[in-house]
């Protein structure tokens, strides 16, 4: 099946400084997909990124999808403490409509007031 | 905002017993999941369902495992034999056709064997 690698394991800022978390591919990927799971929580979907090069933002948040398609980053800007949790990386098993994902083993962000 | 449904919240069994884990999907999508999540681990995919059968399995779902749609809301895991290290958060999720918006996860039965 698939693998992805996401980096740092473990991210502590101070509340109002920046947060990036990377994902990479040894493969060429049809999409990648970033979710955020709350402490005591479940996986939310946050955004799924298709093209090459593709980058989308909502609102502090930045997703960037690598030219050739085997990396993405996520950025947070000015952390706040609604910021805090784990966010996973995914990608598609296949590419199929009923898709399985393997999740990559997510960046817990730390915010210290 | 449609959510997806899970019952029970937490599940403590012997091992060696059956357990039936319960998911009501939101009602117009297609797709259906099971994911678990040993504590402080990843999330890992179990199986996926459409068209009232197995799409994709992992190697976790072995002959242990079974998932039925019994009728058109429920969608169930079931665990035969329950060993200690079925211990995790099982998560159903659900996606529509247009897989751009994302799956919906619920939130989770914490199983506990014993």
């Known amino acids: 099946g698939q693998q992805v690698m996401q980096i740092p394991q473990y991210q502590h800022v101070q509340e109002g400084e920046d947060f990036t978390t990377y994902c990479n591919s040894s493969t060429t990927l049809s999409n990648i997909q970033w979710y955020k799971q709350r402490p005591g929580g479940h996986p939310v979907f946050l955004i799924q990124l298709v093209k090459s090069g593709e980058v989308k933002k909502q609102k502090r948040l930045t997703f960037q999808f690598g030219e050739a398609k085997k990396n993405s980053s996520l950025h947070i800007t000015a952390t706040q403490t609604t910021d805090v949790g784990t966010y996973f990386c995914t990608v598609p098993d296949s590419g199929g409509g009923a898709d399985g994902l393997t999740f990559g083993k997510g960046t817990h962000l730390i915010i210290q007031p | 905002e449609p959510e997806v449904t899970q019952t029970p919240s937490h599940q403590v069994t012997q091992m060696g017993q059956e357990v039936i884990l319960r998911c009501v999907p939101i009602s117009n999508h297609l797709y259906f999941y099971w994911y678990r999540q040993i504590l402080g681990q990843k999330v890992e995919f179990l199986v996926s369902f459409y068209n009232n059968e197995i799409s994709e399995k992992s190697e976790i779902f072995d002959d242990q495992f079974s998932v039925e749609r019994p009728d058109g809301s429920n969608f169930t895991l079931k665990i035969r034999s329950t060993k200690l290290e079925d211990s995790a958060m099982y998560f159903c999720?659900?996606?529509?056709?247009?897989?751009?918006?994302?799956?919906?996860f619920g939130s989770g039965t914490r199983l506990t064997v014993v």
């Open positions: 999720a659900s996606s529509g056709r247009q897989v751009f918006y994302g799956y919906t």
